[in-house]
């Protein structure tokens, strides 16, 4: 198999095409020729020069990535770009890229992941993005508080980071609505749907004040650890396709 059949089939797999307007990122093969015959596939959530280098030292020949090295187009090839590209090139490694398609699968991403961890039922498509989706809603089995929630999130790879809460709704909580990553900008989109917490990664300083005026929990699980479940969930679809495959874990702690 080369690089260019398994991005095909990605590809349609994540429905790329419907997230090519709203995306900065584009998605699909960023770097490498579709020729590249590939064997062994490493999966990493950031294509950073620390992932691309371990890729290479497990031998592989594509590496998977959420973040890749191009957002908005690349003018020139130097300082972090050409880090990135220049060992990519020289240790003949393809880069593959699923951005916010992967956030938005509902059963390979993100908060698909995310949801999958809690054991949600009742599960709908949430964040609404250019007509797309990029989460997930769904509902617990029972109510719980919001630090029992919280807690259900601590064995996410944090870096050693604490689960963060801005705790500014409910008593108990029971419907959950979920964007991965940076996702406060949907705290809106979660009270209009009746949401009772919103789970992102990372915060923002007016999310703090938005929560507390609007009567919101929102949990702050990671940047990083919210978004290692879309990856992974494609390593294991590759791996059926009889490829070997490494996970490279690189927490950033945001």
Request: hydrophobic share 40%; charged share 20%; with cysteine.
């Amino acid at each position: 198999m080369n690089a260019g059949d398994i991005a095909a089939r990605l590809d349609d797999r994540l429905d790329i095409e419907a997230y090519a307007d709203i995306d900065a990122s584009p998605n699909g093969l960023q770097v490498g020729p579709a020729s590249q015959p590939v064997e062994h596939v490493a999966f990493a959530v950031d294509a950073a020069v620390e992932t691309i280098d371990r890729a290479d030292e497990v031998g592989a020949d594509l590496l998977v990535t959420h973040h890749g090295i191009v957002w908005g187009g690349m003018e020139r090839v130097t300082g972090t770009n050409y880090r990135r590209v220049a060992p990519l090139i020289d240790n003949d490694l393809a880069l593959y890229v699923a951005h916010l398609p992967l956030d938005g699968h509902q059963s390979l991403g993100n908060a698909a992941g995310v949801a999958d961890l809690l054991d949600l039922n009742n599960r709908a498509p949430f964040g609404s993005m250019g007509g797309e989706n990029i989460g997930q809603q769904g509902t617990l089995a029972g109510p719980q508080t919001v630090s029992e929630l919280a807690d259900s999130l601590e064995g996410l790879d944090t870096g050693g980071q604490p689960v963060q809460v801005l705790d500014f709704g409910p008593s108990t909580v029971e419907d959950v609505a979920i964007v991965t990553g940076s996702g406060v900008d949907w705290l809106q989109e979660a009270v209009e749907a009746d949401a009772d917490v919103l789970i992102t990664g990372e915060g923002k300083q007016k999310a703090f004040h938005e929560a507390r005026e609007q009567g919101m929990h929102v949990v702050l699980a990671g940047h990083y650890a919210t978004e290692t479940f879309g990856v992974q969930s494609l390593q294991t679809v590759v791996e059926d396709w009889g490829l070997e495959t490494t996970y490279i874990d690189c927490p950033t702690g945001l």
